[in-house]
C-alpha cells in the first residue's frame, strides 16, 4: 500500500460499461465516487467480478486515488481488491437513482430502500439537529428533560383518539399527550420542563398532516403571569431551532433545494374572534364557537403569507373548544388559549392552565367527564400548585412546513396511519 491507497466501503449506486473502460459508481452517507477500470490495466477477474455486481451490492473496494478531470470529485479510485460483503437482489422493489415518480406507498413499503435517496435521509439529519437545538434552547432557558408514562389509565385529548389495550386484563391507553402528568409537575418544583416522545392518536382521517403515532415537544412552565410568557418562550425555541438549522443544515437544504425563512419574533397575534372576521370578508362565514377547520386555517394562512408572515398565533378560543385543562376567560365565551399556525397549518396548541382545584373539577364535570377518574391528575392540585401553562409542538408538523413537503409522512422514518402498522 501506499499513502495514495483508499478503501471505500459503500453501496453499488450505478454501473457503466463502455467497452474498453467500466465505471463503478459507489455510494456512502457522504455521496459518491467513481471507480475507474480500465479493462486493459485491471486484472480480468477483478473486472468482471466489479463490473457484474448488481445494483446497491454491499461491498468494500481498495485501491489507488488518482486525480481526475472528468468526475464531481476530482478524483477517482484504480482498484486493486474488492470484498462483496452482501449482493443485492435483482430486480430491485424501487430504484434509487432513476428519475421515475414512485408512488408514496411504494416509497413506504420499501423504506429502507427510500432511505437510500440522499435528499430522502436528509430530511432525518436535519430532524435529528433539529432535535438538538431544541434541547439546546430548552437548557439555555432552564428547561429540564423529562419522561412520563406511554401507557396510561386514562386519556387527556378527547374519547374519540384513544387507542385501548388490554393491560393485565385491564382497559388501559396509549398516551395521547403527556399533559396530565407534565401538570402534575408542576406541584412539584420541576417549574420547568419539556418532554420529546411519542404521543398515540387513533386518528380516523386519512390526511396528509394526520398520523396516529407523532413525536410531540411538550413543555410545561410555572409562575407565569398569563398565556402570553408561554408564547414568549416558544417563540425564543422556535427562532433558535430555524436560525441554527439555517445555518448548521446548509448542506441537507441544498440537497433538499430549500432554504429556511427564519421569521422576526415575535409573531403577530390574531384572536379567534378577529379569524372569524378575516374569515367573512373572505367569503367565509363561520359562527362563534365553531371550529375553523383545515380550510378556515388554510385561508388565514394564505392572508397572513400575503401581509409577509409565515407563523402567527390564534389567541383566545372559545372555551367550549378547548379541552377541561384550558383556563376560562372569566366573564367571556373565550379562554387562555394559543395555536401557532405556520404557512396555514396549526403546528402547536397550548395556553395557561386551570391550577384552581374547584375549577378544574368543575370544568373536567363541564367537559361532560367524570372527575373521579381524574383523581390522580386532580389531586396535585389539591395541595398547592403555581399557576402555570404550556405548549405540545407536532415535531413532524413543524418540519414539514419548514421544507414545505407535501406530507407529514415526509418526515418520519415508518409512518403508522390509518392503514398502515408496517413496516
Ligand atoms: P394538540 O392535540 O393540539 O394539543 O396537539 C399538539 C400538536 O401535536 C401535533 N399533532 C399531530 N401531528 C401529527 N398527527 C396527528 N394526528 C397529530 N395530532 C396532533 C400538532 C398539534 O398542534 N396537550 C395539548 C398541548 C398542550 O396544551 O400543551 C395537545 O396535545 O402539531
Known amino acids: 500500500m501506499n499513502d495514495t491507497t483508499v478503501t471505500m466501503n459503500g453501496w453499488v449506486q450505478d454501473i457503466r460499461n463502455l467497452g474498453g473502460i467500466s465505471f463503478v459508481i459507489l455510494r456512502d452517507r457522504y455521496g459518491t465516487v467513481q471507480i475507474t477500470l480500465p479493462k486493459k490495466k485491471i486484472e480480468p477477474a477483478l473486472f468482471s467480478g466489479l463490473t457484474s455486481l448488481s445494483r446497491e451490492s454491499v461491498v468494500s473496494v481498495t ?11 476530482g478524483l477517482e479510485i484504480i482498484p486493486s481488491s474488492f470484498e462483496l460483503y452482501s449482493p443485492a437482489a435483482v430486480p430491485l422493489p424501487m430504484g434509487v437513482i432513476d428519475k421515475v415518480n414512485v408512488e408514496m406507498d411504494t416509497r413506504l413499503n420499501n423504506r429502507f430502500m427510500d ?4 435528499e430522502i435521509r436528509a430530511v432525518f439529519e436535519l430532524k435529528s439537529m433539529m432535535l438538538e437545538l431544541l434541547s439546546e434552547a ?45 401538570q402534575m409537575l408542576m406541584s412539584t418544583g420541576l417549574d420547568r420542563i419539556y418532554e420529546v416522545g411519542p404521543a398515540f392518536r387513533a386518528e380516523h382521517s386519512n390526511t396528509v398532516r394526520h398520523v396516529t403515532e407523532f413525536i410531540s415537544f411538550d413543555g410545561e412552565m410555572s409562575w407565569i403571569s398569563s398565556q402570553n410568557d408561554v408564547m414568549n418562550m416558544i417563540e425564543k425555541v422556535i427562532h433558535h431551532i430555524l436560525k441554527g438549522l439555517k445555518d448548521k443544515g ?29 374569515l367573512s370578508s373572505a367569503g367565509m362565514d363561520l359562527k362563534e364557537g365553531d371550529d375553523l377547520g383545515t380550510e378556515g386555517e388554510k385561508l388565514i394562512g394564505d392572508i397572513m403569507s400575503e401581509k409577509g408572515y409565515d407563523l402567527y398565533w390564534i389567541s383566545e378560543y372559545p372555551e367550549c373548544e378547548k379541552p377541561f385543562y384550558i383556563m376560562e376567560k372569566e366573564g367571556t365565551p373565550y379562554s387562555f388559549s394559543f395555536d401557532l399556525d405556520y404557512k396555514g397549518q396549526e403546528i402547536s396548541s397550548g395556553g395557561q392552565r386551570e391550577h384552581r ?67
Open 63 to 73: 485501491g489507488d486515488v488518482k486525480e481526475s478531470g472528468q468526475t464531481e470529485l
Open 115 to 118: 432511505l437510500r435517496k440522499p
Open 138 to 182: 430548552m437548557k439555555e432557558n432552564g428547561f429540564s428533560q423529562v419522561f412520563t408514562p406511554k401507557l396510561v389509565e386514562s386519556g387527556a385529548e378527547g374519547g374519540a383518539t384513544l387507542f385501548r389495550l388490554d393491560y393485565f386484563g385491564r382497559p388501559a391507553y396509549l398516551a395521547q399527550s403527556p399533559q396530565l402528568y407534565k
Open 250 to 278: 446548509k448542506e441537507q437544504l441544498a440537497l433538499l433545494g430549500k432554504e429556511i425563512n427564519v421569521p422576526d419574533i415575535p409573531y403577530p397575534v390574531l384572536t379567534y374572534s378577529e379569524c372569524l372576521g378575516m
Open 357 to 423: 382545584y374547584e375549577r378544574l373539577v368543575e370544568r373536567i364535570a363541564k367537559k361532560g367527564l367524570d372527575p373521579e377518574s381524574f383523581t390522580f391528575y386532580t389531586d396535585a392540585f389539591r395541595y398547592g400548585m403555581p399557576p402555570h401553562g404550556g405548549w405540545g409542538i407536532g415535531i413532524e408538523r413543524f418540519l414539514v412546513k419548514m421544507l414545505d413537503l407535501p406530507n407529514v409522512r415526509e418526515a418520519i422514518l415508518f409512518p403508522r396511519d390509518l392503514n398502515r402498522l408496517s413496516p
